[in-house]
Every structure is written in C-alpha cells, then in structure tokens.
C-alpha cells in the first residue's frame, strides 16, 4: 500500500460522490468518468495493464461518452432548479450499506484476495490472457459475443423500425 | 472506379505545388513594398487639379464652374467661386476656386468629374499610399494638396496627356483666331480696345 | 561512429542521468524523456504550422508566410505571441470550469499517446507490453474533452460541432483498432517494439515492411482514411466545417485556450502518424538495407513529416463530406473492408511462403474494393455525367 | 429563468414563430439557428433563420437588406450618367455587364445608336466578365464545400489576368465605370487587344485544369448530386433566370432569345441540366466558360475599326423625352435589367433594377426543405448571389 494507492483511492471515491451530489446531470456524468479513470490507475497500480487500459478505453472512451450523449439526448443537461435527492434516501442508503456489506464479506474472506505474506506480482501478460480467453474461457467468450451480437442486431432493428414509422 | 477523381484532382494539385516551384508565372504574387508592379497608365484613383507652370495658383485650370461639384454622384466635391478673376490659358479672365475640397474617404473613384470637366482641369491620380491616422483630416484634400502640375500629368498619363494638349492647343488656336479677328475687328474700329497678349498660361 | 550517432539521445540520457545518485537515476530518465517529448512535439508542431501553411500557398500558387524571420520560419513565434497576449472570452452562460478544463484535459491526454512509440532504436518512454492498446485507451479518452468543450460553451455551434465530432471519432475508431488488428495477427504481439522489430529485416536489400504486403497496403490505407478522420483532418473535418459550424466545438475558445486545441489537434496527427509509421511503414527501420547507417530517429521522423504532408496534400485538395456520408462511408465501406482485410490478414498467416498468396490476397481485396465502391456509387446515386446542349 | 436562456428567449429571431413549411418527422425539440449575417458560408451579410429538426431544414427565412444602399432613389435624384458608377457596386464581381444593362435602358430610352466597336468591345468585356464570375463562383462553391481554398485560388488567379486587362482598358479593376450611353469611353489600343487574346488564349488551359481537379471528384459528387432540386415550372414561376435556370433543363438564355446587342452574329451553344440539382449549377457554370471563350474569340478576331463613341452622343445633361425604357441583358447572374421613366426631365422619373440574384434568391426555402443544414449552405452558394445586388 503506497502513497500512489491512497492518492488514487481518494481521487476515485471523490469522483464517485461527486457524481451522486452534483447537481447539474452532465457535471455527475463527468464526475463518473473521473471513478472510472480513477479504477483503471488502480488496476494500473495493480501491474495489470491490459484490465487497466480496456478500463480506459471502455469505461472512458465508450461509456462516459454514451451516459453522456444518453443526457444530452433526454435533455436532462439543464440543471434543475430544486433539490435533486429523492425522498427515499434513507431506503436507497440502506440498500447501499447492504450491498456494500455484501461485497465486503466476499472480499474479506475470498482466498485469492488478500496477499499472504510478500506480494508476489503475478505478471500476467497480454499474451497469457489471450491464450486463456482462446482456450480455456473460449466458451464464455463466444457466449458473450453471441449477447452483444443480439443486442447490436437489436439496436438496428429498432432504429429500422423507428425510420419507418416516421415515414 | 472509386477514388479515380480524386486521385486525379491529388495529381492535380501536387502538379501545382511543383509547379510552384518550377515555372515563375504560376506565383502571382507580388511582394508589395520592396516590389512593385509595373503601372498601368490608365489606372485611376482619385482626382487631382492640373496647373500649368509653376506657380499653382497662378497656373490653376480650375475656372470654379462648379460642374464636377454638380456631378459628383457622391458629392464628395467642394467648391467655392472666387470673387475676383484670373487670366485662364487662353487670356481669358475666370474666376478660380477659393476654395476646392474634396473628400478622399467619400470620394469613389469613378472619374465622372474628369469626363464632365470641359477646361481639363481635374485629373485622376494614381497615388494611391494614402494612409493616414488622422481619419477626418487627414482625408480632406484642399487646394494645394490637390493642385499637381502638367508634368506629373504627362509622367502619369502620357498617352491622354498628349491628347489633352491637342485639345487645348486647338482650343487656343480657335481662340486666337477669335481674338486675332476680334482685334483686327477693334482695330478697324479704330483700335480703342487694345487685344490681350494671349498665351500667358502655359 | 553511426552506433554512436543513433543511439546518441539514449547516451546523452545516459550521460546527464549519470551525475545524479544512483537511486534517483530512473526516475531521472524518465523525467527527462518527458521533458525532451513536451518540448520537441510542440516545437515540430510550430514547424508544421509554418509547413502546412506554405504548403498549402504552393498548392494554390501562393507563397505563403515570408515576413517574420528568414523564409517566415519565425511566423508561429509570432503566432504564440499574438494568442498569448489576446483577450481569453468566456462566454457569459458558459460552464466556466468545464470551459476551462477541456483544452488541458485535451492536450494532456495527447502528449500520453507519445509515452509509447519507438522513435528510434531504444528509443521509447515506456515500453508497455500492451502499448497499442495504451495508445488507443488515450486517443479515446480524447472525445470526451471534446464533449467538454462542446457542452460547457452554451453554443449551438458549438454543440452541433462537438455531437458530430464525438460520433465521428467513435465511429471511425472502430476501424481504425480493426486495421491495426490486422498487424497484431502477423506480429503476434500488441508491444510496438516488437512490432517495429518484426519488420525491420531484409530480403534482397528490401525491407519487410507490412505496407508491401497487399493485406497491409489495405489496412493501411484504411488506417490513413480513420486516422485523418479521427483528427478531424480535410475532408473529414465536418467538426470544424467552418463553412457550416463556424469553428465548431471550439467556437467560443479564444487566446492561449485556442491554440491549445489547436495544439492538440496537431499533436493527436503527430501521433497517430507516429504509429501508422510503427505499424505499416517499419517504424525507425530504413527503408533499404544500404541505408541502415542513417540514424534510426531519422528515418522515424521524415516517415513522420512524410505523413503530414499527405494531410497537408489532401486538405489542399479535397472538399469535405457531409455527416450521413462520412457515416455511411465509415460503417458501410471501411468497416466492412477492414474486417475483410482481418480475414485476409488470416489467410495470408496460413497460405504459406508461396506466390499464391499474393495473388489470392491481393485479388480477394481488389475485388471487394471495386466491387463496393461501384455499389457506394449506386446507392449514393453519384457518378459522372454527360450534358446536352441546345443550339 | 437563467440568464442564458433569458438572452436565448431575447434573440427570438424575428418572424421565428412563422408556420412551419414542412412537417417535423418526430416530437423532438425545434432548433432555431440563425445563419448569418456575419457566419463565414453567407457571402457577406446574408441571414438565414432556419429551424432545424436534427439536421434536417424544415423552415428557412432568408433575411437580407443588411446592405441597403437605397440605390434606386438615390438614382431618381441624380443625373442619368451619375447612375452609372452606382450600377458597379451593385453586383461588383461583374461591374462591366452592370454598366452595359444600365447604357442600354438609356440608350432605348433616348434612341442613341452605339458604333460597331463599341458593340464588340462590349461583348468582349461582357464575356471577360462572365468568365471571372462563373470561375470565382464555383470557386466559392468548393470553397464552402471546405476545399481550403485551392479551387478558388485558382479561380481568382485566372480572374487576376483578366482584372488586369480591365484596369489596362478602363482604370479600374472591379468598379469600372466604362460603358456610356452610346458606346464605350475609351477606346481599346491594339496592345490591349493583343494582350486580351493572350489571356483568352490561356483560359481553356484554366478551364482543363479545373475541371481536371473537380468534376470527376467523388467527394464533390456526392455532396452536390440530389441536392437543392429545383425543378424547372418552380423555377419557370419564381421568375429565375440564368445558369440556375438552364441548370433545371429551361433553355432560355437572352443572348439568344433578345440578341442584343450583337449577339446573334455569334454561334454558340446554351447547356442544359438534366437533373436539376446543385451539381448541375456548378457543371452548366463550366460549360458556359467554354462557350464564352468561343465567343471571346470570334470577337477578337472580327473586332472592327472605328469610334467607340458617336461624336454627337452627349453623356451628361441630356433630357430624353418623356416614356419608358427596359434595357436587360444575360448578366452573369441572370437577367439584369434597368427600368427607367423619363419625364423629360435630366433625371430619371423612376428607376427600377431587377436584380437577377434577389429574384434568384427567393426559391431558396424551396431548395432547401428537406435537406441537411450542411446542404443549404451549397445550394445557397449554387445560386450565387452578390449581396450588393440583393439588397441594392
């Protein structure tokens, strides 16, 4: 645990507070995209570049842009006038100290996760990921691609068919 | 086949960029204050007053009649009649401009008071490093900035000066005639009229 | 002597780095290759100005800058001037702090896209085992600073111009990942080093630059169309259409902020030229074995000027496409063809060291290329015409 | 309400609530952007509030009158002759044919025969112009097409020779002031005809490299072609003239129809557009070039002998007697004409200019709904207006 991890742990968390308070949607949006830089420093920190830079270019060039573009679409860039918490808010914190807890007890007692003893990096290279995602994950993989080939074979249709409703 | 125009136009254009280079007459460009064009003799900018001689007052062509004042699409001209009169080229008495303004900043170039000048008094320059800071001023040319004498006309324009002085030489010798007749005329009154010397305008 | 003078920026590194204790020797080097990248790109950035100026003037058959300094090599210290001393304008209802932070946000993002290209033989920052995907996490974060800009100046311009130049960007992103996804197929590897490595051996005193195989002629070319669109380069440069858009998302930036969108837009060509270099035209490797003396920066860097020349060229001539069209062409015509050239790229892998493949791969390419450009033409309903006259 | 969208509710363009001229196709929020007057595709201080749905046009206002000059009342108060510098700043890329309609409507009104010189001085000075006009409007076409400028720069470096001839011959560059009613005012020396044939000898040169660097380009066929449709009774109605009207397939073109002038002694052809659309402007802008280099050289090789001006025609302080004239010509633009009514006076009664880029201008919504914002600035461009003439 060095100063970089403290740094880039604060650096997350305040970007991920940032974008429940702010008020103004594009702000939280940016806000967001500060955690997600944040998370991908830490996998950096970690020595695990590939996770750390598909982060960036997921999270960062992908994501945040379509939240973003998700906003500007549903004009929700103007800032509202009155207050934006919800009057549930108790329920919501409640909901996040459980999940949060729940996360927290997989963490703690996870074998893997706690280094015993001198941190051994695993030096995992691209290589090795591409060698396990080709063989031994191969069929997750496929499975996934198949989902995002549904999905994006979605997404056309209904743009299809929002074209020619509007002719 | 895709992308055959444009190569065609890349072609193009990198045949201009060397070309640059190569051959002299495909950069027209002329760098302005170390160089200069030729002048064109018959560019025209703004009007200047014609005197002969060389005392611009005395050799003023100007009779102040006003006519260019009268023209002047933008009525940039200003003129005043003088009260006394001059001997003009020919001996004949005229007034002259007391006062003879004209407005470079409104002025627009177009010449129409050298067309309508019947004493070939007013010119079109071709001085055109005009540029001043005092932007009222500095624009409103009076009499004596105006006043230019015959030989930068003839330095400007050779080809209509030379025209311009067959004019007038015509003129005078008309008018000579008429003063010679009209003095043989007086004379044969019985010579109460004396004739003036004439030509003392040139 | 030749040893000495290509390697003579990692000595001098060396050398300077040496007088430090031990300790603080690597970070040293580190700093300092920062430091002599922030310089040397903004300085090559001035260069290109003043180049692509006078380019451009030649084009047309002008002469271009010539009045500060010798031959107007001094214009852009006059430009740098001129944009430091202007009044910086924040418009009244713009998001000041948002405003403010793009252009950085923008340039800094950039100047990481360095951090990973070889410019020379051991010459890179970080040799990051994954570092064609560094540069490409970068250059995506990129748009959001585009965003930034576009959203917080409260200009209808400028938002249109940021929409088009964030969906632009993404959409020819794809592309340009799927033909360097060619290169990493043949190389096997994503680190750039390697990839410079793999190429830079010769047969015959030719080398094996990826760029004279016909599945890397294709990406190539595929990777030039996404790179001039992915830095909003003519004719793509629809973002800044000034002709539509004013200046598009930077409409209502002014003085120093200007010129650090300006700078990024330059130094974003820098580096993606920097790595259509790497990936397609041997990186630093000379392009004929007799010429191996020269140094290896040498060869990075006029492979590099090369390139911009051809953005400079293309500007110079080509007008620009409209948004539908730069979609189409993108996801209809590119797209389609990089993933082809993926599948040739295979095949090329797998058919041996035999002439055959040349002519499969180059065929199978050629023939998807005319054959979709014909049917481009047809549904575009575009082609030459002939016209009548009457007497 | 914030203070940017109080400022947004205060610069409602004027008018901005007009009915829409086309349905919108979704439920999605209007965009109201006014283009101009100081956006850099509207040639000088033109407006257009066009409402925006995405980006297609469903709504276009053109505003003008940014450059009024009060032109034609201040011509009822002048002299006829000191009309005559005012007809150059009205479309002032083409001064010269602006001077010719206007000495024309005088020389009807007043019956005032033009010697043959003169006829064919005017004929070759009409054409220069048409030339330098077409060339440096496609120029600007490309140019808002996002060329960098390279299109236009070599249009204005063949304009470039042919000011030169103009200042040679007339003073001037670009405001003129060269045709009088009866002729022309100086007299061409044999020097300036040789060298007007060298430049007209290097035109068709031009013209290839031009079309060598546009015609075929896909990028510009592909953003011109479908574009702007104006078809030809639309066209025929609204009363548009010139290229856009041969451009939608419509062969009238008064060099032909009118022959004044001395047109009918030369034979050339008038192109036509088949598909009505901004492509087709462009394609019949080059075509008429060639034409009109035909024309430039039958002309300097039959260019007569003699005065350009009868001796007896008086340029200033003449009073035509009562009636009324319309003098027109196929300016570059389109048909320029000058309506004049004398009362006897030394001025004219009234005085009325029927500018061809106004009325050209006025079929612009009809172009443009439908199409993408990014078109409307080509078909505006295609119609090639000078502001000068619009708003007079």
Redesign the interface.
Known sequence: MSIAFYLIAALTLAGGLAAVLLKNTVHCALALTVAFAGQALLFLDLDAQFAGFAQILVYIGAVAILVVFAILLTKGSETPKGSVYSRHSFAGLVIAAAVFAMLGWAVIHSVAAVPRGPAATPSVTVLDIGNALMSRYVLPLEIVALLLTAALIGAVIIAMHEKERAK | MLGEGLLKGLAETARNFVGSFVSKERLTTVQYPEQRIAPIEATRDFPFLVYDGGDWQAGMRCVACQICEKECPPKCIYIVKSTDKKPDYVGKPQFYPARFDIDISVCMSCQICVEVCPFEAIKMDTEFELSTTDRFGGLLFDRERLAKSDEYYHRIHPTEATAVDARLAEGKAKAEIKTTTAAIASAVKGAEIPARPAGDGD | MTERLDQIFVLLEQWLVGFLPGAWRPAAGVVLSVVTIICLFPALFALTTVFERKGLARIQNRIGPNRVGWLGILQPVADGIKSLTKEDIVPLSADAAVHFLAPLLLVVAVFMGFAVLPMGRNMVLVDVDAGLLFFFAIGASTELSVFMAGWSSRNKYSLLGAMRAVAQMISYEVPLLMSSVAVVMITGSLSLTKIVAAQNHYTWGLPHWYIFTPWGLAGFLMYAIAATAETNRSPFDLPEGESELVAGYHTEYSGFKFALFFLGEYLAMFSISGLGTTLFLGGWSAPLQVLGWVPSWIWFFSKLMLSIFVFIWLRGTLPRLRQDQLMNFAWKFVLPLTLLNLLVAAAWRFLGDGWERWVVCSAVLLMAYVGMGWSGMRRGHFGPRRYRYAE | M???AF?QEKNKPEGWNRPLAMKP??DG?L?E?AMGPH???THGVFRMDVSLDG?RVIRLKPVFGYLHRNHEKLAEG??Y??????T??LDYICSLTNNWAYALAVEELTGQAVPERAEYLRVILGELTRIVNHASSIGFL?????????PL??AF?AR?NVL?LF??????RM?C?YMRFGGC??DASPAWLEDTRKVVAGLPQFVD?FE????????????C??IGILKPELAVNAGVTGPMLRASGV?YDIRKVDGYGIYNRFPF???????WDV??RF??RL?EIRESIKILEQALKEIPTGTVMDSKAK??GFRPKPGEAYGRIEAPKGELGFYLISDGGPNPYRYRVRPPSLINLTILEDMSLGQ????V?LIFGSVDIVLGEVDR
């Open positions: 914030t203070l940017g400022i196709d979704g929020e965009l952007v956006h850099p595709s980006e002048m002299s002759l000191g009309s005559m510098p005012f150059d700043r490309i140019q808002e097409m996002g060329a960098s400028g390279t720069m070599y470096k470039e030169d200042e040679a011959l007339t003073g001037a405001m002031n005012r100086v490299e060598r660097l546009l015609t075929g380009n896909e990028i510009l066929m592909a953003r072609q479908g062969n052809r008038v192109p036509l557009g088949e598909h492509y087709d394609m019949i075509l340029i200033r993408n914002v990014a078109d600035v």
